[in-house]
């Protein structure tokens, strides 16, 4: 079939016209006897079979009548270039995604060129050379115009391949990346619906993002029961046991298809559903973890069967699950999200639905208010407020741009409010880590701060030290360019494992805060490392120029140890819980006696200022003429004893035997254990102390 020299004119229109209607009719029993040979040697072949076994028997007879009516076409008198041109590369799509090889139409087609010829034998010998140019050229063109078909899905197939690696490397949060690959993935023609689930209670997979034309439906009817859920169990199922395309990838983290849908019996329980949605093929895609086990799975469901075996289709899939299991690790997973919870918090966002509270933050040593943390909350319906740690995991980077906005607007106008009324104290509000260095969080800052005009230096930004700051270069200029308005930063969660004293030094804060997260379980196990942890970070951050405040301070004990330590300021239930903004004055005005680290007034204080001590005496070691000095000197427990507990018989006979033997020295085996013995009596006399003990 080598290309005819034919210009279009010479192959369509009048001047053949008469030609071609005269041998229509003949040509239609040819064709149609043409196509049931064809395609009963189809049948007889292995790899042509497989495609042509994925449909059913009455899909089958259509696919031989359209076939059949697109080889008629081209004998049809009337046909034009662009006509044909536009048909020819349609089927050659359909072809392409359900996965005909483009070898078996050009084996095809030279069968069906040679049975035309030989139907052409009786005509007279110029018009039989004549009606084999036009339908040589025709089935060329038409050959050529499908391949352009193929060509269309392939360049299909890496735009969106292009996207998802886009939305990999640009993607601030889980969310966003999965949301845009989703999209990517739902741009495909004949691709309904496409999901991301993870393992959620009772071993079912929990449907946490999802796109498409029929995603949401297909959620929905499966959690009204319409299908069962997807359960993912840790062995393989007992002999006759149904276990879903789904199960199967995530037991085995190797993709796995189903290309007959309907046909496939690992799929009857989901066989009515997917026939009323229209799907014909899926594929489950595990994403792995640095172990290989499966950590997610990305569901996509077409309406074209074979879509995910055709030619070069299984590469683009491992391509799919590299990319985005690669990027999911780096954002890191939090728990386990259904859609419909997700959905429900970001409408509350896109409808403003959201309200400030302020929780004091005092300095440590005076006890005056210092400054106030801008807490968001979500507003129900009923009025009900959600908190930060519900809403914030179900975001994208949108919706935290939306709640940063409304957090600027809002503690900009109640700042100028309480400074307009004599309270001069600073407002801190939390700048998520994906808005450091974008211009779109940059933007709306500066438009509130034109709008509010306020004293800038009254505002400071916490930042959650992340993996998600964009490039270095864009984050220094962004953080330069806020310290310029004077405006502090604050790294937030100093302690939490996102955090780094290493990187603190090389961006400019000037405060930190320690996870609250850390104080809190330390002091509930082993108050003892809680309170060296305070006062290791805050030697640290005070070596670095930053001032320290301590977050989780929830009874007094908490509040005096943080001041015993070293830090500056506190925050935390102990000392106020968040409050609306007409609250805060009141709060302000009232006196609140500041810890004295000297004479501390709780154990935990006491313990607090007992391992300064023990730390002080180390020191000494190498001068064992200076102990006996140091240890007879007065100290903070003794203190404690005499002015709060001085019936405490036990806790002075501990202490004496303690300062007994550290007159030798702290290297000791008795001076460890009476140092234990003193660390553990004023760990337990402070959680009794605590409320609600």
Aim: charged share 20%.
């Amino acid at each position: 079939m080598a290309p005819a020299q034919a210009s279009p004119e010479e192959i369509y229109g009048p001047s053949v016209a008469p030609l071609l209607l005269a041998l229509q009719r003949p040509a239609a029993a040819v064709t149609q006897t043409f196509a049931q040979r064809f395609y009963g040697s189809l049948m007889q072949a292995g790899e042509t079979r497989s495609v042509l076994d994925l449909l059913g028997r009455a899909e089958f007879g259509r696919l031989q009548s359209a076939q059949t009516r697109h080889l008629l076409m081209l004998l049809d008198p009337l046909l034009d270039a662009q006509s044909h041109r536009a048909q020819a590369q349609s089927v050659g799509r359909v072809h392409a995604l359900v996965g005909v090889d483009m070898m078996w139409l050009i084996d095809a087609y030279k069968l069906y060129q040679q049975t035309l010829h030989d139907a052409l034998q009786d005509l007279p010998r110029l018009e039989q050379v004549h009606l084999q140019h036009v339908l040589d050229r025709r089935l060329l063109l038409d050959l050529q115009a499908q391949s352009a078909g193929y060509q269309q899905v392939e360049e299909e197939l890496s735009r969106a391949l292009a996207s998802i690696q886009q939305a990999a490397m640009m993607a601030r949060s889980t969310i966003d990346l999965y949301q845009g690959v989703l999209k990517a993935l739902c741009g495909l023609d004949g691709v309904l619906a496409a999901n991301v689930a993870r393992l959620g209670t009772r071993g079912l997979l929990e449907i946490e993002a999802l796109d498409g034309a029929l995603a949401q439906a297909h959620a929905d009817a499966i959690r009204a029961g319409e299908a069962p859920p997807i359960r993912i169990t840790r062995d393989a199922p007992d002999a006759g046991e149904i276990e879903g395309v789904a199960a199967r990838a995530w037991r085995s983290a190797q993709v796995t298809a189903s290309d007959a849908y309907q046909l496939d019996p690992q799929a009857e329980p989901w066989h009515a559903l997917g026939m009323r949605l229209g799907f014909r093929s899926s594929v489950a895609i595990p994403l792995l973890d640095e172990t290989g086990q499966t950590f997610a799975l990305l569901s996509v469901y077409s309406r074209w069967p074979g879509f995910f075996r055709a030619r070069g289709r299984h590469l683009f899939l491992q391509h799919v699950q590299q990319t985005i299991g690669l990027a999911a690790l780096r954002h890191g997973q939090g728990h386990v999200i259904a859609h419909a919870l997700r959905q429900r918090y970001r409408a509350l966002v896109t409808a403003r639905r959201m309200a400030l509270l302020y929780q004091p933050i005092i300095d440590l040593k005076t006890g005056a208010l210092r400054k106030v943390e801008a807490l968001g909350r979500l507003v129900e319906k009923d009025g009900s407020l959600v908190s930060p740690g519900e809403f914030l995991p179900t975001l994208g980077n949108q919706d935290l741009l939306r709640l940063f906005e409304f957090g600027m607007e809002q503690a900009c106008r109640d700042l100028a409010d309480w400074h307009a009324a004599g309270m001069r104290f600073s407002v801190s509000l939390n700048l998520p880590p994906q808005g450091v260095g974008d211009p779109a969080f940059h933007e709306a800052l500066l438009h509130t701060l034109r709008q509010a005009c306020i004293d800038s230096r009254m505002l400071e930004l916490e930042i959650l030290e992340s993996q998600e700051f964009k490039p270095a270069a864009d984050r220094d200029q962004f953080l330069r360019e806020l310290k310029m308005l004077g405006i502090r930063l604050v790294q937030d969660d100093l302690g939490s494992g996102h955090s780094s004293l290493l990187r603190m030094d090389s961006m400019p804060f000037d405060e930190v805060k320690i996870d609250q997260g850390l104080v809190r379980r330390a002091a509930q196990r082993h108050p003892h490392r809680a309170f060296g942890f305070i006062y290791y970070l805050t030697q640290l951050a005070h070596e670095l120029g930053a001032s320290v405040t301590v977050e989780g301070l929830e009874n007094p004990g908490l509040i005096e140890a943080a001041a015993v330590m070293g830090a500056d300021c506190g925050q935390g239930f102990g000392i106020a819980r968040p409050m609306p903004a007409g609250e805060v004055a009141a709060w302000a005005r009232t006196v609140h006696e500041p810890a004295n680290p000297l004479h501390p007034r709780t154990p935990w204080g006491a313990l607090a200022g007992y391992l300064l001590w023990d730390r002080q005496l180390k020191a000494l070691d190498p001068w064992p003429e200076m102990v006996e000095d140091f240890v007879r000197a007065p100290c903070r427990v003794q203190s404690y004893i005499e002015s709060q507990d001085p019936d405490n018989a036990e806790l002075q006979r501990l202490l004496d035997k303690n300062h007994a033997v550290a007159l030798r020295g702290s290297s000791g085996r008795m001076y460890r254990l009476t140092r234990r013995d003193v660390i553990q009596a004023l760990a337990e006399l402070g959680r009794r102390a605590a409320p609600g003990n």
